[in-house]
């Protein structure tokens, strides 16, 4: 700032040198106040005791903001995102301010790897969080924002890196690097509850109770079905979720069914259980039969608080049907005269976490 190095405000009982900040993105509210964020390492001296390693082997980014009235004194930094996994990093943040002077503010973290055990850039994602409409910039923090987790829909595996976002009326058009680029437009509203209705109201709650936040559905009861209203299988496809069992019994896919106002008797089950165990069911005339016995495959370092894609590939040229879990090959049903064109999910006990159930033709 005018031709001099300022270091990491110290105030407030923060330590000398204790964080590295870097890639600073600004951009100035309707009164003129100039608004910053990067990220930061503040949480550094503890983050050893958590991972067992040295500080030089881990960077325990996070978001952080800092705010100016005149571009040239800040306030000291206010942690905005740093998560909820121990030893996940979050970095390269994005900012955009509405007319309402709302923070848009997209980062990419990996602290929903599908890949068990593997962090940093490789295996991260892009997010966006949005600030709660009223909230002055000096009563900002962490708990002023809501998620829109993924926006971009970030395919297994992949990865949706050094995120940049416009925004044009109120509409959000993010971009990230990726195999190919990865491109979303998020609709801005004013009640964040917004995006929780448009999710809700495509699906039909079968059974039990559930919870919709951001693009997340959770189960908040015993033996919980749901049904997505938009999805119908009558083409070659390919049906996913991304969940995090993070319960003590079983959750997966549900198929092969078609009047889901009426009672549910015949049916396709996919299920992943506490131990990380996926089977193939059929139910019928309320009998369950396993079609794999002997089969049952498991997940190597399964760990119910990862995040796990649970998929079905529909064949109609071949009359194939195949499941997968983190694009590994599970079951596969030949020659199967499948017409019943309705999916959902069904979870056997209260908080799995998945996101919406997603279709992608070939």
């Not at 996070?62 to 040239?72: N, R, T």
Request: glycine content about 8%; proline content about 4%; hydrophobic content about 30%.
């Amino acid at each position: 700032m005018n031709g001099y190095i300022k270091k990491s405000p110290t105030k407030s009982g923060l330590n000398k040198k204790i964080s590295r900040d870097g890639m600073p993105v600004t951009d100035i509210m309707k009164d003129g106040t100039y608004v910053m964020v990067f990220e930061g390492t503040y949480r550094r001296e503890s983050y050893k005791y958590f991972t067992g390693g040295s500080l030089n082997e881990y960077h325990p980014f996070e978001i952080v903001l800092s705010y100016s009235k005149d571009g040239e004194n800040w306030s000291n930094p206010i942690e905005i995102y740093n998560g909820h996994n121990k030893g996940s990093k979050y970095s390269a943040p994005y900012l955009c301010i509405n007319d309402s002077n709302q923070l848009i503010i997209s980062f990419q973290t990996d602290e929903n790897s599908i890949n068990s055990g593997f962090k940093g850039d490789l295996y991260s994602i892009m997010k966006v969080i949005i600030s709660k409409p009223g909230i002055t910039i000096d009563k900002i923090n962490k708990d002023s924002f809501f998620a829109v987790s993924n926006n971009n829909k970030t395919p297994i595996g992949g990865s949706s890196l050094w995120s940049g976002m416009m925004l044009v009326e109120n509409i959000i058009y993010t971009c990230s690097s990726g195999h190919p680029i990865l491109y979303s437009e998020l609709p801005l509203y004013d009640d964040p509850n917004k995006y929780n209705y448009l999710l809700e109201n495509k699906y039909y709650i079968k059974r039990g109770n559930f919870k919709f936040f951001g693009n997340k559905i959770i189960s908040k009861g015993k033996f919980n079905i749901i049904i997505c209203k938009e999805i119908k299988i009558t083409s070659s496809i390919n049906i996913y979720t991304d969940i995090i069992p993070n319960i003590f019994g079983d959750c997966g896919l549900i198929f092969g069914f078609e009047n889901y106002n009426d009672h549910i008797d015949d049916y396709f089950l996919f299920i992943i259980n506490k131990k990380g165990y996926t089977s193939l069911f059929r139910r019928k005339k309320k009998n369950f039969k396993k079609l794999f016995p002997d089969n049952d495959c498991i997940h190597q370092n399964y760990n119910k608080e990862n995040i796990y894609r649970m998929s079905i590939r529909f064949n109609f040229s071949s009359n194939v049907i195949t499941t997968y879990v983190n694009e590994i090959e599970n079951f596969k049903i030949y020659d199967y005269n499948f017409f019943n064109s309705k999916i959902g999910f069904l979870s056997s006990d209260n908080g799995t976490i998945f996101t919406q159930i997603l279709p992608e033709y070939m």
